[in-house]
């Protein structure tokens, strides 16, 4: 269920971006930092999302415990 929510913030992300870019000026500039905000922090939600929900246990990079993050490669059990 969350993976799905964290994927429908990624499309209303994508959307406010494609508005952000028909705008001007100052309303431009917000909303292409808003919508790039919206979509990084929805799109890492939705892989640690993914992770955990594959038996990994949680992604690092967001403090949901010990587990294998795919963007890093490391794991949380494995010596540095």
Known sequence: ????LYLIAVAL???????ALKE??????????????V???AMSASLCALT????AGGCPLV???KAFCPVTGKSDTQPA
Do not use: E, N, P, Q
């Open 24 to 37: 001007k000026s100052t309303v431009r500039l917000v909303g292409l930092i808003l919508s790039i905000f």
């Open 52 to 55: 955990k929900s594959m038996g």
């Open 63 to 65: 403090g949901m415990g």
């Open 13 to 19: 992300g994508y959307k406010m971006l494609t508005d």
């Open 1 to 4: 269920m969350a993976i799905a």
């Open 39 to 41: 979509l990084v922090m």
